[in-house]
């Protein structure tokens, strides 16, 4: 089983910055991680993945301004979300892809961004 643990939430004033990190242990075959948000009263919707190569993936309401970074070595994600809008208000949740052949998926517990004034 894998550990997924995000960090780096909070509460951001509009046109502000936070810098997420999600770290997962106890595989040694991470593939994909990503991160996902889900609004009051929506669904869990993509924001950014990164394959174990580097190469990213984001949905078209983040483009130019949240960059999806990983650090294979330590299992780790980042996401810098920059131009904040309140819009983008939600739980934000880390997901590692990992096994050596089926691919399984675990999910950390997600931290909170509050975009507000």
């Known amino acids: 089983q894998v550990h997924v643990v995000e960090s780096g939430g909070g509460l951001v004033q509009p046109g502000g910055s936070l810098r997420l990190s999600c770290s997962a242990s106890?595989?040694?075959?991470?593939?994909?991680m990503g991160w996902y948000r889900q609004a009051p009263g929506k669904e869990r919707e993509l924001v950014a993945t990164?394959?174990?190569?580097?190469?990213?993936d984001y949905a078209d309401s983040v483009k130019g301004r949240f960059t999806i970074s990983r650090d294979s070595a330590k299992n780790a994600v980042y996401l810098q979300m920059n131009g904040l809008k309140p819009e983008v208000t939600a739980v934000y949740f880390c997901k590692a892809e990992w096994g050596a052949g089926t691919c399984f998926a675990s999910w950390g517990q997600g931290t909170q961004v509050t975009v507000s004034s």
């Open positions: 106890g595989s040694p075959t991470i593939k994909a």
């Open positions: 990164i394959a174990r190569d580097g190469d990213p």
